[in-house]
């Protein structure tokens, strides 16, 4: 079980594992059996972004999470507003984390990501400006296309794609174990 629900979003009974059938055939979910509410689970969509930098001559900017133990480098990523259309969502993250502006995007892909609860959509984000980094995010780097490294996840396997559509075949690196 992804989800922390743990009590009914109508009444605040204590959920418990029910099966009912749905349209796909018996199903076992935390349900609520005083008022019928259902704890769907259903994935979140995060917004990332590929930041090629047009105005340093085409490097693609990673940065590294203030929160990681692990010297990792990945790509920009944040949760969808209510209100905003994912184009208008990762032009924000983007701005946000790292105040560059955005002049194009284009979609990479759309990827599940599992062990988070998580379909992640990639994008392509031609951006330019002084980099100014969120508190979230610990410090950048800027690599040329062909010297970045791809991790078997989510983000890593749009970075992967985009690498395939500008004729770079993707180099995969292995995670360090999570704590
Ligand atoms: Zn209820």
């Not at 749905?22 to 995060?46: F, I, M, Q, S």
């Not at 410090?139 to 890593?156: I, M, N, S, V």
Request: proline share 5%.
């Amino acid at each position: 079980m992804n989800g922390e629900a743990r009590f009914c979003l109508q009444c605040a009974t204590a959920l418990s594992l029910q099966v009912q059938d749905e349209d796909g055939g018996p199903k076992e979910r935390l349900r609520c059996t005083a008022c019928g509410w259902t704890h769907w689970n259903n994935p979140t969509p995060v917004l990332a972004a590929i930041i090629e930098c047009s105005d340093r001559g085409g490097q693609v900017l990673l940065a590294r999470n203030a929160a990681w133990t692990h010297r990792m480098f990945a790509l920009i990523t944040g949760f969808m507003e209510a209100g905003e259309s994912p184009e208008d969502g990762i032009r924000r993250e983007v701005a946000e984390e790292t105040a560059l502006q955005v002049s194009a995007l284009s979609l990479v892909g759309v990827y599940d990501f599992q062990r988070m609860n998580q379909v992640i959509i990639v994008y392509h984000a031609l951006a330019s400006g002084d980099v100014r980094l969120s508190p979230e995010l610990a410090e950048y780097k800027l690599f040329a296309p062909q010297d970045l490294r791809c991790w078997r996840a989510g983000t890593g396997y749009g970075l992967a794609d985009w690498l395939r559509s500008r004729g770079h075949e993707p180099q995969f690196i292995e995670l360090p174990p999570r704590n």
